[in-house]
């Protein structure tokens, strides 16, 4: 774990690969099934504000691994591959993320801790095809949390 | 801190004599018990706001440990102590690190699911929104109804850490390499016979690390445990208050060790050879790979994969 953020008193440098977290935020709502996930798009390198939506209202494609209690929540959220490689998932908590492909959990490669004080928490790695992809987040604490998808360079 | 320790003993002594009537109810289905343990085992219901699960740290996947170092609480509050495997669990007595009191897995339960000293699922006070929770579950209502019956299926903590404890029992592993040749199979061959030798002579291990299941279940100190430990954890003295307690931890058992990094009370060693190396003993690069290769020989892969102990599904266990 990273310092108490309680501690941080200014923000901490965020690489370049992770700039947009500094930058403008939007809102999303996460949607609770897959069918209404293009209204959920994530842009690449451009950190979303999502509303979650309460566990029990989320019909995953596949089963998280973590799948959370009745009181957490969690949520769908898609975002566009142009080329196959590897991309990042930052979040500003420690919900249990997967992006689906063909239908299935695309196995994580890399797991770490955003830089102090920069409000990144986690961060889990995918090698991806191109396409659309859908992203599950489950077990958070809160309906509120921060994603942000981008390229690993 | 070290009055917050006997408090939580107390406590614990408390809630042992509360549940007592849950955990001895003869007419409950001991088959409905574990099942209900299972269920509330893999259950992110047991944690204030959902996200941690008795698995979410003590992962089967993982020999029922999760590979961090201290697993933070369920708003982030610093983790303390290195969680330990349930490998086997209920031929212990004590429990966990350092607290002789907890001897019981219905004690040794609440500790996670109210204990603040850290905070780790946070439901100190909240019996009453658990069973809430809990009891919108029509499959949870049969199950703690075919459970306990004496108390028609009441929901507290005290029927909880019964069927906790209940499921917890039945994490059983004994078929390893040298479970199967000290029943007169296979002998151990090589590095791990030589490590075994090692083992229990000149490294000294089984002096501690003792019996079937590898630990003495004592509070011993390590030769290099800091007087004034980096994240204030004084091991036995937090309970007892006795400056001869401080940096005593409880053996930990060795069972599926090789699956369970990282090691110690801390989780400050990565790897079996920086554990070897903490324990003061005078071993060459090559007999510390011989203990290792002995170490591996303890392993149960099976209970990691075991259905069993995995993540129960929507259909309930009882009609």
Known sequence: MGPNPAACTTPSAIPTDLAGWSAAHRAIKAAAKSSAVGKALLVQGVAADVALVPTPKVAYVAEPGKPGGSVSYGGLLAFDVAEAGRYRVAQSGRSWVDVIVDGKPSPSVAHGHGPDCSGIAKMVDYDLPAGRHLLQVAANGEAALTVMVSAVR | ?319
Request: aromatic share 6%.
């Open chain 2, 1 to 319: 801190m070290i009055r917050a320790g006997r408090l939580a003993l107390l406590l614990s002594g408390l809630l042992l004599a509360a549940g007592a009537g849950a955990a001895r109810d003869a007419k409950g289905s001991a088959e409905a018990q574990v099942a209900l343990g299972r269920r509330l085992f893999h259950d992110g219901d047991l944690s204030i706001n959902g996200t941690l699960s008795c698995a979410t740290c003590h992962d089967p996947r993982h020999s029922f440990a999760d590979g961090v170092r201290a697993h933070p609480g369920a708003h982030g509050e610093a983790g303390l102590r290195n969680v330990p495997s349930l490998v086997n669990v209920g031929s212990l007595s004590p429990l966990t690190w350092g607290n002789a009191g907890l001897t019981t897995l219905e004690l040794q339960a609440m500790v996670p699911i109210t204990g603040e000293d850290p905070v780790e699922m946070g439901m100190k006070g909240q019996e009453a929104e658990l069973a809430r929770r809990l009891s919108a579950n029509h499959c949870y209502r049969k199950l703690f109804r075919a459970s306990f019956p004496a108390t028609r299926g009441r929901i507290d903590f005290a029927s909880v850490a019964a069927a906790l404890a209940a499921f917890q029992r039945t994490i059983v592993s004994h078929d390893t390499a040298w479970d199967r040749a000290a029943a007169g199979g296979p002998p151990l061959a090589g590095a791990a016979a030589r490590g075994e030798a090692l083992f229990r002579g000149k490294a000294g291990c089984a002096g501690c690390h003792a019996g079937r299941e590898f630990t003495d279940l004592a509070f011993h100190r390590l030769p290099g445990e800091p007087e004034t430990p980096e994240n204030g954890d004084f091991g036995l003295a937090r309970v007892t208050g006795r400056s001869e307690d401080r940096g005593r931890f409880r053996t930990p058992s060795l069972r599926n060790v090789a699956l369970t990094a990282p090691y110690l009370h801390d989780g400050s060693a990565d790897t079996i050879a920086a554990v070897l190396a903490r324990h003061g003993a005078a071993l060459s690069p090559a007999e510390a790979g011989d203990i290792e290769a002995f170490l591996g020989d303890l392993n149960d892969t099976q209970v990691t994969h075991n259905a069993a102990y995995a993540r129960p599904g929507r259909s309930c266990e009882v009609s």
